[in-house]
């Protein structure tokens, strides 16, 4: 997969099964590369106030087709969200100059 820093994407909803079989929606909020790695942090499509989200691992299965993969390893997890969270702090700051 060629490196690239910069990822347009539009408002995107996905739609996961979990180990339940129950299927719930998501919307992406983020893609981004963490250690050469690309992750996508998802928020839950069915709450209001947002207070949390999940991190997948983002797999390129070539042909423009990818898919999101769980993370087993703690350590690259918690890498992976302390990225996402940096990135909202960012959101933060840049609004609150914006304003």
Do not use: H
Request: aromatic share 14%; no cysteine; proline share 1%.
């Amino acid at each position: 997969m060629a490196k690239n820093t910069e990822y347009e994407f539009e408002e995107t909803m996905v739609t996961l099964t979990d180990e339940d079989g129950q299927e719930r929606d998501f919307y992406v909020d983020e893609i981004y590369e963490v250690n050469d790695s690309l992750y996508a942090a998802l928020i839950p499509g069915d709450v209001e106030n947002v207070t949390e989200y999940y991190v997948f691992r983002i797999r390129d299965l070539g042909n423009d087709d990818f898919e999101m993969e769980d993370i087993d390893d703690e350590e690259e997890y918690d890498a992976a969200a302390d990225a996402y969270e940096e990135r909202l702090d960012a959101r933060a700051w840049s609004r609150a100059f914006e304003e």
